[in-house]
């Protein structure tokens, strides 16, 4: 029915930026939805409703905004948003995170993503040294399955995952002074972005990031567990060298 109603939309000759807004004001219904207990699950949870894309709408953060949107930033926005530069996780793969999906034992911790927005997005991703105690941290105070508990009143339901963080972004945002747009979604993309930058091959990229994209090319590719480490040190390396600039 959301796929209907996106189409129609764009046959209307909709532009993508009305379509998106549309969608993300039917995504905060449903997630209200959720919470007051009317549906089990949003179809917007782990990101099965694609959005269109927009021109120029694609951001990649400095390490000096990188800074001041952290630093405002409440606790547990902090958290997602260090994973998702560190490792480029996608928020809803973050929220769905439990216990048994991270492993933090040395020398080589790593994250399960179990499900994703295609087979790809099912993969192993190594922890870097600034995410790890973030993770350590999530990990050894979980009362319950999740990492990332939804919030019920002045308590969490540690059985079932978090879905919302838009309004804790945008108190960050105006906090930050960072110019918008900035989307949280755009630290994934910064992560990706400085990957390529830190001379990283696209394959090791979109392997780690769970991309769908170059399948084609991907059959004929096999990336160890080793490799992908490496490509993460790398990323870790660069990162460190441009903050102490």
């Not at 939309?9 to 930026?17: D, G, L, N, T």
């Not at 963080?165 to 990706?192: C, M, N, V």
């Not at 991907?218 to 990162?239: C, N, P, T």
Request: positive net charge; aromatic residues 8%.
């Amino acid at each position: 029915m959301i796929r209907a109603f996106k189409e129609a939309r764009i046959e209307k000759r909709r532009s993508p930026a009305t379509v998106n807004r549309d969608l993300s004001c039917l995504r905060q219904i449903l997630g209200i939805a959720v919470k007051e207990e009317l549906i089990q699950k949003s179809p917007f949870f782990g990101g099965r409703v694609e959005f269109l894309h927009e021109k120029g709408r694609e951001r990649t953060l400095s390490f000096d905004e990188e800074r001041k949107y952290l630093k405002v930033a409440a606790p547990l926005l902090r958290d997602v948003g260090i994973i998702m530069v560190e490792l480029g996780l996608r928020p809803g793969e973050i929220f769905q995170l439990r216990h048994e999906d991270v492993r933090i034992e040395l020398p080589a911790p790593y994250v399960h993503v179990k499900e994703g927005k295609s087979d790809r997005a099912v993969r192993d991703v190594p922890i870097t040294s600034r995410a790890l105690p973030v993770l350590n941290r999530r990990v050894s105070k979980a009362k319950g399955e999740y990492l990332f508990p939804r919030r019920i009143g002045n308590g969490y339901d540690w059985s079932r995952p978090m879905t919302e963080l838009e309004p804790a972004h945008q108190r960050a945002l105006r906090k930050s002074g960072i110019e918008p747009p900035f989307r949280l979604y755009d630290l994934r993309h910064t992560y990706g972005t400085r990957a390529i930058e830190a001379g990283i091959d696209v394959f090791s990229v979109a392997k780690l990031m769970g991309h769908a994209d170059l399948s084609t090319t991907q059959r004929y590719v096999h990336l160890s567990k080793g490799h992908l480490e490496d490509a993460q040190k790398r990323i870790e390396r660069f990162r460190a060298r441009q903050r102490s600039l």
